[in-house]
């Protein structure tokens, strides 16, 4: 059903329903807006997307206003701009005028409404906000002065995550945003996943700086400084050089983290390929042991910190395989030593994600042994960004390389680990073996692709099938956890990631991406596994010398030492 | 949990989130302010997270989330005390005390409320020390009156 509107003396045309704002967007037209997000409801709080409407006495929020028949709006009347200006005006009278600074700056969406609306002068000044910054989280840093209180963390935080963090507190002047009790972030459930940094418009929200402890340990001559990357990082930091996305630049990076000087630079997916085969064996025995319940991933460090506040019933239905970040490193410190002849304790071991939870769980206790952690300090992508250009590198000049042996070297089913699904995919390509049988052809299960929130998928081998579900947005957990709760969840193997379509979309990501550019990112990791050779786990011929000459086998007891983890109950304020 | 908490709780019916105030109201009126442990324990009840209880309750004058003091002070900012300079009464109070309305100083001695109108607003502008009004009082005022709860606690 379509109606007829008059915009700006042109007749268009808009689907009956939808809101002012959605109907100019598919006619071209671009309302500036601070609080509208794409699928969540609207809550008219920012007021910059305000229209005049013929026959209403004051200006309308066309982001929640639905369109009605031959209903005459002025999107860019004389009136509506100063109100806009205004707004942006009263944003920056109390702002802390300190851009050049701040971590957004270049990417801040106030800045750029400001530079929009020809913001020049200094119209308002008012007192400027005056919070303590909260540095006490591992992974997210909080400025409540540059927070406009648009509430885009806050209903991130409630309506994706299900985690309900982050809320108003107070009223009017005193307004501020903070967790419950207005307690530090670390006292407080927040999980890490970062995503309330994906869509705070200013530098409110920013996670925390390990650059300078990188940059040391590269000037330590007594380091041997080591380096790996996720797959989602090889399909994403080409954003940030300004080329298209879903580019797959890991050859590039490759080369330009030698040239800063990386002693070693590896690849995480090596470790998936690893969890693969750990997680394959476990879901074997457990299918053997016929443990009712399904198995749960832990590759997501986030949705592990939700699982130790908030489902402690379940902790021991979490698979105990660290995370691939975690599992190499933990390889780094034990195993690459022999190898290399690095002295343990001489090795500073970086790891690059697309997650800001994996700066929380590198710090986590169970991921130190004999007072050497496995990762001493994760980087974003956007923080591996700043670290090129830092070094002057010239992206564009440099030719690829391939990353070093041995842990450098991997299947494609391990890049998938990037997509939400891709882990289960790469599971099921691995468990015929695991189970005995002969390798499958891996073929493209085409259920476990695309964002949506949750996928299935059945394998059968044999007599056995395994059931899968693939969670991805952490509030779409919450009722299959019921169901699990309940003893009616017939699933073998639940992939959980907090983020809406996996560490693509992870919350240390560039800036900006739309669900286009998430779509792309995935297409990029899937084509890969396209075009490669080496596309099972088990056929990395690297992990089988890794069992062969260290750990012995899947789940031996030296595996279980050094890639397994456990869990803890978390007490904190729910 | 708490027992005595738990008997409000009982009073209403478990996951109606329409009751979240009255409970609020009944917890502060029984305890004096909402604690964590309270916020928690209404939570788990009503099914609602203790952070979105917060926000809520920060949000109303009526809730504290400090013990009173032994000296509650309520200081009216209405209109009529409001013309007659209340928020300078509120500045001098707050830099004597070394507290803001909804804190208590540290040896529990004095808490600070600011409330809408106490119904006195031809003695503008007043402030009440627990049952007592001080009225038509002015900052430097503020010093001895102090002093006398302080001193009186003394002897």
């Known amino acids: ?391 002057g590198i010239d992206m564009s000049q440099v030719e690829p390389e391939i990353a070093d042996e041995p842990y450098g070297v991997r299947s494609s089913s391990g890049k998938l680990f990037g997509c939400a699904g891709g882990m289960t995919e790469s599971v099921m390509r691995t468990l015929p073996w695991a189970a005995g049988g002969k390798d499958p052809e891996p073929s493209r299960i085409a259920e476990l692709r695309g964002i949506k929130g949750k996928k299935e998928a059945v394998l059968k081998i044999g007599k056995t099938s395994y059931k899968f579900a693939v969670i991805s947005g952490l509030a779409n957990a919450l009722p299959v956890l019921e169901t699990i709760r309940a003893g009616t969840c017939d699933y073998d193997f639940i992939e959980i990631m907090a983020c809406a379509g996996g560490c693509i979309n992870g919350g240390g990501q560039p800036i900006g991406a739309d669900e286009n550019v998430v779509k792309a990112r995935m297409k990029a990791l899937y084509g890969l596994d396209e075009k490669e050779i080496i596309r099972l786990a088990q056929k990395n011929p690297k992990i089988c010398e890794l069992y062969d000459d260290f750990l012995g086998g899947p789940l031996s007891e030296k595996s279980r030492d050094v890639l397994h983890t456990t869990y803890s109950v978390r007490k904190v304020l729910l | 949990m708490d027992e005595r908490t738990s008997a409000i709780l009982a009073k209403y019916p478990r996951g109606h989130r329409d009751c979240l105030i009255p409970i609020l109201q009944d917890i502060q009126e029984f305890f004096g302010y909402l604690s964590e442990a309270s916020l928690v324990e209404v939570g788990r009840y009503l099914d609602l997270p203790a952070g979105k209880i917060f926000g809520l309750a920060t949000f109303y004058n009526q809730f504290r989330f400090e013990p009173a003091g032994r000296y509650h002070i309520r200081l009216c900012h209405g209109t009529s005390c409001h013309v007659s300079e209340s928020a300078r009464i509120i500045r001098e109070l707050e830099k004597i005390l070394g507290i803001r309305p909804g804190q208590t100083s540290r040896d529990g001695m004095f808490s600070m409320e600011l409330v809408a109108c106490m119904g006195a607003c031809h003695l503008a502008p007043l402030i009440q020390v627990n049952e007592v009004h001080h009225t038509s009082i002015k900052p430097e005022d503020l010093k001895d009156i102090i002093d006398s709860y302080i001193h009186g606690e003394e002897e």
């Not at chain 1, 004051?58 to 205004?86: A, D």
């Not at chain 1, 419950?180 to 995503?195: M, R, T």
């Not at chain 1, 690849?267 to 750990?278: I, M, P, R």
């Not at chain 1, 939870?357 to 004999?370: I, N, V």
């Open chain 1, 1 to 391: 059903m379509f109606v007829k509107i008059e915009v700006n003396n042109k007749l268009i045309k808009a689907r009956k329903g939808e809101t002012i704002m959605s109907a100019l967007e598919s006619n071209g037209i671009m309302i500036p807006s601070i609080c509208a997000m794409k699928d969540f409801t609207p809550t008219g709080a920012c007021r910059m997307c305000v229209v005049e409407i013929e026959g209403k006495q004051g200006l309308v929020p066309s982001c929640s206003e639905p369109v009605n028949e031959w209903m005459k709006i002025k999107t860019h009347s004389p009136r509506v701009i100063r109100s806009r200006k205004t707004i942006v005006e009263l944003l920056l009278s109390n702002h802390p005028d300190d851009c050049l600074y701040c971590d957004r700056n270049g990417s801040c969406e106030l800045q750029g409404l400001a530079e929009d609306l020809n913001v020049r002068e200094r119209r308002i000044v008012g007192k400027k906000n005056k919070y303590k910054l909260d540095h006490s989280s591992p992974a997210i840093v909080r400025d409540p002065a540059k927070c406009i209180l648009c509430g885009r963390c806050v209903r991130m935080c409630d309506e994706r995550l299900a985690v309900f963090t982050l809320d108003f507190i107070n009223r009017g002047n005193s307004t501020i945003i903070g967790t419950a009790c207005n307690k530090d972030l670390n006292f407080s459930n927040c999980i890490s996943c970062g995503q309330c940094i994906m869509v705070c418009p200013t530098g409110a929200l920013f996670e925390k700086d390990c650059l300078p402890e990188v940059e040391d340990a590269l000037h330590n001559s007594d380091k041997n400084v080591i380096i790996q990357y996720d797959p989602s990082v090889g399909v994403a930091l080409a954003e940030e050089f300004g080329l298209k996305p879903g580019k797959d630049i890991s050859g590039l990076i490759h080369a330009a983290l030698r040239k800063i000087g990386f002693d070693k630079v590896f690849d995480t997916s090596f470790a998936a390929d690893l969890v693969t085969t750990e997680l394959s064996h476990q879901l074997v025995a457990r299918k053997k042991q016929k443990v009712k319940k399904p198995l749960l991933s832990s590759c997501c460090p986030a949705w592990i910190k939700f699982a130790e506040q908030s489902c402690t019933d379940i902790l021991s239905d979490i698979s105990s395989c660290k995370s691939p970040q975690q599992m190499l490193g933990a390889v780094i410190k034990t195993v690459y030593p022999g190898i290399s002849g690095f002295d343990p304790g001489s090795i500073f071991s970086v790891a690059v994600t697309p997650c800001t939870a994996k700066k929380f769980e590198a710090q986590r206790e169970e991921m130190t042994k004999k007072g050497l952690s496995d990762i001493d300090a994760v980087l974003t992508t956007r923080q591996l960004a700043r670290l090129i250009k830092l070094y």
